[in-house]
């Protein structure tokens, strides 16, 4: 075993998805104020974003392909600076959304120090639907550090999304690591584990609160305390 994979919302970061993203997309909608967004066009429009990140098929990286369905919607505002608007917002009024958050998992830097050792990199293959800023945000709110990761997925770089098993081949391909070579936490079936049977990498349901469970395939499910006792 040469790596360890994890997911982020939900696995390593506690929380009720649902509720992180409507409290989150508030704030994200004060903060774009300047711009006079409708709230339901505004809301509507990211959605419409992370759907065109979705169905990537890897011509653009996640980043263009929310851009591009994003700023369509609102020919009159200028591109570069709704851009810069949501990169600020990331680095800055972002991290409140921590409130939106459950409490991280007890020890958990301790947990991955300890994976840290047993394997040659833990990576962090969250849904690329955020920019690196702001995954280093949402990664400081489980009281990991960053730099536990050799690898954190976001969306200038990738050119898939969660579901599409293609966006765990080409972090796969970019550590120049095989399949049978690691082993994958996720809190989700539908999101994780179907992508990573279909690529045959070893998959666990692991997290806070476990989706997508009712009536599909077996699964295998560990507490994220136990996760080293496996490796």
Not at 22 to 32: E, Q, S, V
Not at 52 to 70: P, S, V, Y
Not at 162 to 180: A, R, S, T, Y
Request: aromatic content about 14%; charged content about 30%; hydrophobic content about 40%.
């Amino acid at each position: 075993m040469k790596a360890v994979l994890f997911d982020l919302d939900g696995t390593l970061l506690p929380m009720d998805e649902d509720k992180f993203v409507k409290g989150y997309f508030g704030y994200l909608y004060k903060f774009m104020a300047p711009f006079n967004f409708d709230k339901d066009e505004f809301v509507k429009a990211i959605w419409i974003g992370t759907d065109a990140m979705r169905k990537n098929d890897g011509k653009l990286t996640c980043e263009e392909a929310f851009w591009n369905a994003f700023s369509s919607l609102f020919p009159d505002k200028d591109k570069e600076a709704l851009h810069k608007g949501f990169h600020d917002f990331y680095a800055t009024e972002f991290k409140k959304a921590i409130q939106f958050c459950d409490a991280p998992h007890e020890n958990a830097q301790k947990i991955i120090d300890s994976i840290k050792k047993k394997v040659d990199k833990i990576v962090l293959v969250a849904n690329p639907v955020f920019p690196m800023v702001g995954m280093l945000t949402r990664i400081g709110f489980t009281g990991i550090d960053p730099k536990s990761f050799d690898y954190i997925s976001c969306y200038e770089t990738a050119h898939y999304a969660k579901p599409n098993k293609m966006f765990i081949k080409e972090v796969l391909d970019k550590l120049d690591l095989k399949e049978d070579e690691v082993i994958y936490f996720g809190n989700s079936e539908k999101e994780d584990g179907k992508a990573a049977r279909e690529l045959g990498i070893k998959f666990y349901l692991t997290g806070n609160i476990v989706r997508d469970k009712d009536n599909l395939e077996p699964f295998d499910e560990v507490l994220f305390k136990d996760i080293e006792k496996l490796l």
